[in-house]
């Protein structure tokens, strides 16, 4: 069994909009990374990511962007140590790819696509595979939220 998810999401903004939201490290801080991003996606770039909710930065490999349309990121697999939320998480000797599509819709909208895979299949790629999927998930409803109505979902979440 390979493991991997999708999630989706409709955002009520243009495509460029949606794209640059991920793309520019300013706004994607502005309401997903909440420790801060530093690096525009730009493919070839290796950029940083910081959250409160996860011990340190680490860097995110920029493996393909195709402006307005897909955004492919490879990042180092980390499988949860016990199914506890907020449990400590640790590193695994291989890495996840991350694809993000950006489709334009007939009513102006943008369906924003993410899917995540790579996972060895053992109990600890299948809990890092949950966790993953969570906050992507998360993503999708606080990049909505700030593009659409300027709120900031995750402040003080989880800090």
């Not at 999927?133 to 979440?157: F, V, Y």
Request: one cysteine or more; a negative charge.
């Amino acid at each position: 069994m390979e493991i991997n998810f999708r999630v989706s999401g409709r955002i009520d903004k243009p495509v460029e909009e949606v794209f640059e939201a991920v793309a520019d490290p300013a706004k994607l801080s502005c309401y997903f990374t909440t420790g801060g991003a530093k690096g525009r996606m730009e493919t070839g770039a290796t950029v940083m990511w910081d959250f409160h909710d996860f011990p340190g930065a680490f860097p995110v490999e920029v493996v393909e962007v195709i402006p307005n349309k897909k955004i492919v990121l490879q990042w180092d697999a980390y499988e949860g140590e016990s199914g506890e939320i907020g449990a400590k998480m640790s590193g695994a000797d291989y890495k996840t790819t991350v694809t993000i599509l950006f489709t334009p819709t007939d009513d102006g909208r943008t369906l924003v696509q993410i899917v995540e895979e790579g996972w060895k299949e053992t109990p600890g790629g299948l809990r890092g595979s949950y966790g993953n999927c969570e906050g992507w998930t998360g993503m999708l409803l606080a990049m909505k939220a700030w593009l659409e109505h300027g709120i900031n979902l995750r402040e003080g979440l989880y800090k």
